[in-house]
């Protein structure tokens, strides 16, 4: 059964830094794209960051250049470095894993709440 435990979250004020973590359990994590979605409340999900198995991201307009994906395939674990946070990206956030552009397989998770507020 796979799981996406995703972890990390919490309150900050605007310009502050978050990393979230998402541990994944029951696939081949090496094998597999990554991706962070968020979904703030009234608005749909979308990607915000993605990572191939190869190594190669890419970013949401709105977070490149303050977002960093990366992964650790020894650990089966995907991080998101989150810097110069705004009040925009408050959202709930989940990872995920497939392949593509939108790499969704799973089943989304509880994620992890980011709240930026001053």
């Known amino acids: 059964q796979v799981q996406l435990v995703e972890s990390g979250g919490g309150s900050v004020q605007p310009g502050g830094s978050l990393r979230l973590s998402c541990e994944v359990s029951?696939?081949?994590?090496?094998?597999?794209?990554m991706g962070w979605y968020r979904q703030a409340p009234g608005k749909q999900r979308e990607l915000v960051a993605l990572?191939?198995?190869?190594?190669?991201?890419n970013y949401a307009d709105s977070v490149k250049g303050r977002f960093t994906i990366s992964r650790d395939n020894a650990k089966s674990t995907v991080y998101l470095q989150m810097n110069s946070l705004k009040p925009e990206d408050t959202a709930v956030y989940h990872c995920?894993?497939?392949?593509?552009?939108?790499?969704?397989?799973?089943?989304w998770g509880q994620g992890t709440q980011v709240t930026v507020s001053s």
């Open positions: 990572m191939s198995s190869i190594g190669n991201t």
């Open positions: 029951g696939v081949s994590f090496s094998r597999y794209s």
């Open positions: 995920n894993y497939g392949w593509g552009s939108v790499p969704a397989f799973g089943s």
